[in-house]
């Protein structure tokens, strides 16, 4: 997959997206992420690439001269023909969760304009952004975090990204629930011990505990979630078991 970041601050991805699991990805050529600096398309002799908003009011906005000459020169390195995903965060957004980072993650190109002040020239987002997408009810100083969010989230979902011991078919929000407790050595810390179902070596039990903890869990936290998850005889029986011992 190829992932182009339009951002005033390329250096704010060195980090989350540098390392580990992405880097290794990167490096593996399941990924190639490139940051381009929206500053480097400015016409203004001052290299500005903000101004003061129409009608008032406080802080910056983004003008649109950079960022379409900046969209326009990038998506000229893209191979697909028609316009590629191009995706905006902001908290006027679509909320983001895991199964639009399914869908994200089957493109072979996709671009992210990241805004940063008050945000980018409205032009921008009629004239160029296909998904405006938010993480949560926040206000960040930039759109960087939350790209680098969806970059992570999307990433870890291309085959071959997480290695055979890391299998993502369990986690969270894909069976529906929420993931059942981890536990690893040593059996005894500091008098914590670990549940002895988990080294019985008995896999049906293992599963049937496993399974048990995710309903708990989420009948607790995310009840929401349990309406819409698939539910087997036994978990329905759990779920009734759970309920009248609250
Ligand atoms: N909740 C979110 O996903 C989110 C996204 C962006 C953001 N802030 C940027 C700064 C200016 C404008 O581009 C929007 N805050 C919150």
Redesign the pocket.
């Known amino acids: 997959m190829i992932i182009k970041v339009l951002t005033l601050f390329p250096e704010m991805f060195q980090g989350p997206l540098n390392v580990s699991i992405i880097k290794n990805a990167q490096e593996k050529g399941l990924l190639d992420i490139e940051y381009i600096n929206i500053r480097d398309f400015t016409d203004s002799k001052h290299k500005k690439v903000d101004d003061y908003p129409y009608g008032g009011g406080a802080g910056m906005v983004m003008t649109p001269q950079p960022i379409f000459d900046c969209y326009e020169s990038t998506i000229k390195t893209l191979h697909s023909s028609s316009k590629p995903r191009t995706i905006?965060?902001?908290?006027k957004?679509k909320t983001?969760h895991q199964e639009m980072a399914i869908e994200m993650a089957k493109e072979k190109e996709l671009v992210f304009i990241?805004?940063?002040?008050?945000?980018?020239d409205q032009r921008v987002i009629d004239e160029l952004i296909t998904d405006e997408?938010?993480?949560?009810?926040?206000?960040?100083?930039?759109?960087e975090l939350?790209v680098a969010v969806i970059i992570d989230t999307i990433a870890r979902l291309i085959p071959g990204v997480l290695g055979q011991q890391e299998s993502f078919q369990e986690e969270s929000f894909y069976s529906g629930l929420l993931e059942y407790p981890h536990y690893t050595r040593p059996q005894n810390f500091r008098g914590l011990t670990v549940p002895s179902v988990l080294f019985s070596g008995n896999h049906k039990e293992i599963e049937k505990w496993r399974r048990k903890k995710s309903l708990e869990i989420t009948l607790h936290r995310r009840p929401d979630l349990i309406e819409k998850a698939e539910l087997t005889e036994e978990d329905k029986k759990n779920i009734n078991a759970f309920k009248n011992h609250c």
């Open positions: 905006y965060c902001s908290p957004g983001f990241c805004g940063h002040y008050e945000g980018v997408i938010s993480i949560g009810d926040f206000v960040l100083t930039g759109g939350p």
